[in-house]
């Protein structure tokens, strides 16, 4: 089994609801504690190579791109959705027959103990796939992770699709993914949006490649706090003063 590594970095987006008059830089690059958000997650992930790091760019990548030239780089020129945004980074990962880690650029209190919990458990069950799950008192609006009667894997239902016995359980998807390169390329192509928002999204490969006989594991050591991510003003300052509390 070939344990080699490689990570996808969602640094695509805009961030519309931190978009202000006096700034308009990408959201993975909106400062937090005096670094980029972006920082922090590639300070996680330092235990791989910089060049097994890929970086999936979109608005204003000449920002992202100025400021971490030393990363391999795809392009996503729209934004319809994660699943799309892995797909941009597909070429980049031909030929790979390792596994590739796939997280968030705008998580920056995801630390690199809980990345290297995540592959650690990946390589170690032999899993096609493995999802970071998180555990809160309350779901909120995050895609709750099911599991079946012997707490193997599931499926991921998006907090709006949840039933009430749905809604009720505490275990959350957090984005953050390790798959199997053969079994993510080969199931990126199956993603469909015909959904409400018109995107492909990450969270239907777990359920593709179990669909395909593919063994589907979990990770649920993320804490609340480390799944944060940065989407409002409100949210950046609750993580900023997270990182200055650190």
């Not at 031909?94 to 705008?106: K, N, Q, R, Y």
């Amino acid at each position: 089994m070939n344990n080699a590594v490689k990570a996808v970095v969602l640094a695509a987006g805009k961030g519309t609801r931190l978009q202000s008059e006096s700034c308009h830089l990408p959201k993975v690059m909106r400062a937090a504690n005096g670094r980029p958000l972006l920082d922090y997650v590639l300070e996680g992930l330092s235990f791989l190579p910089t060049e097994d790091i890929i970086l999936v760019v979109g608005y204003r990548k000449e920002d992202v791109l100025a400021a971490y030239p030393q990363y391999p780089a795809a392009e996503q020129t729209e934004q319809l959705g994660t699943g799309h945004a892995v797909q941009c980074a597909a070429p980049l990962l031909a030929g790979f027959e390792g596994h590739i880690l796939v997280c968030c650029g705008d998580t920056p209190l995801m630390r690199g103990e809980t990345f290297r919990a995540l592959v650690d458990t990946h390589l170690a069950a032999g899993n096609q796939c493995t999802l970071l799950s998180a555990r809160l008192e309350d779901g909120g609006n995050y895609g709750r992770v099911v599991r079946e009667a012997d707490g193997s894997f599931a499926a991921i239902v998006e907090a709006r699709d949840c039933t009430p016995e749905q809604a009720a359980l505490t275990e959350v998807n957090t984005g953050t993914y390790v798959f199997e390169a053969g079994s993510l390329l080969s199931t990126l192509g199956q993603l469909r949006s015909d959904n409400a928002q018109g995107e492909y999204y990450l969270t239907d490969v777990p359920a593709l490649i179990k669909a395909a006989g593919g063994k589907v594991g979990l990770c649920d050591t993320c804490s609340e706090e480390e799944m944060l991510g940065v989407n409002t003003p409100a949210q950046l300052a609750q993580v900023e003063e997270i990182l200055r509390r650190r």
